[in-house]
């Protein structure tokens, strides 16, 4: 059974300390749901991504929260959780129960609320997505992780590191050209080079944002798609390919770290199931909590050979006017990265370029989007694949 995107809305991704994560669910929910056309009552379920809402806020049960929040406490509703890639799961899980026919309206979205935390508080948080015997007790974090990665890459492969300065320089210039990114700071490839280390070889600006932020759409049956109509007059988009890959939650327990296990597995699924292949795929919205990462992403998606990630970036192959523009909305690294949102924000871009609303960031050929989403370190990956009519 085919999947539409009947709305969309998102917050604008960025610190706001002072607003509360209700403001935020009620910005891009309403507007989701307002968006598609659709009365409130015919939405029979819905997702929710929130990764660290019980640490850091005090607050779980965020599906039943948002209902509430937006005047609809009476439809069924999940929390879901898989550390950075909550948002893309929870979209997943919409997807799914439309095409099991057992729903024909679903609500997905996700909101992270971090920046009224100190960052020795966030970190913490964040590093219970990682093992916490084996890996956190001893003074691991993400950006260790993700150092370590890097380090074996340049050992397999060779140093990137100026490559990777330019996946930073690219996702800035990106976000400079989206209204509800959060970095809005031209860099260059010096600045990045020259940045404070946070964890050698990452650097300062090789690391995504800490965000708040909310993204949410409604997901509808074909059948219901019809007898809705297309108010807005927008390019109907479906989804037409989705995977799910897991691998080991640590480090050690991985066959490889230069190559995502659990991005080739969900990969494998997504394109098997919408009859194509990478090389069919017009632009994407990548998982790039790090510099590092994307490089890797973007060779284990297969739309570049092994070791030549790097290369490609360095041609400008991954350029929003390149042959295969990646995370044109800025990205994790400069969009945001608020976690139970970052999957659903990632869709959003991808449907708005397929729609060809993006504005002065629009890609010249936006028919197929792919968006990727990763959870932890590379233990969990979401795909999701996405068509205009």
Known sequence: ????????????????????????????????????????????????GNFNGQQLSGQGHFGALVMETLGMSHVPSMRVEAACVSGGLALLQGIEAIRSGRHQAVLVGGVEKMTHQTTAAVTGALTSAMDVEYEAYTGLTFPGAFALVAHRYFYEYRNVQREMAQV?????????????????????????????????????????????????????????????????????????GSGHGGDALTLQGKDSMTTFGA????????????????????????????????????????????????????????????????????????????????GISQAIEVITQIRNQAGERQVKKADIGLTHNLGGTAGTCVINIFQGE
């Open 168 to 240: 930073a320089v690219n996702a800035h210039d990106n976000a400079l050209l989206n209204p509800t990114a959060q970095m809005h700071k031209a860099i260059d490839i010096d600045k990045v080079l020259n940045a404070p280390r946070i964890a050698d070889p990452l650097g300062l600006f090789d690391c995504s944002l800490v965000t708040d932020g909310a993204a949410f759409l409604v997901l509808v049956s074909e059948e219901l798609a019809a007898t809705l109509g297309n108010k807005s007059g927008h390019r109907q988009v479906r989804i037409v």
């Open 1 to 48: 059974m085919s999947v539409i995107v009947a709305g969309i809305g998102e917050t604008p991704m960025g610190k706001y300390p002072d607003r509360s994560v209700y403001e935020m669910i009620r910005e891009a929910g309403n507007t989701a749901i307002e968006e598609a056309g659709i009365d409130k009552s015919q939405i029979t379920a819905a997702y929710i």
């Open 263 to 342: 991005t080739v597995r969900a990969a494998k699924q997504a394109y098997a199931q919408a009859g194509l292949a990478a090389n069919d795929i017009d632009l994407a919205e990548v998982h790039d909590c790090f510099t590092i990462t994307q490089i890797i992403n973007t060779e284990d998606l297969g739309f570049f050979e092994k070791g030549r990630g790097g290369d490609a970036v360095a041609e400008g192959k991954t350029a929003r006017d390149g042959a295969m523009p990646i995370n044109v909305s800025g990205g994790l690294k400069a969009k945001g990265h608020p976690i139970g949102a970052t």
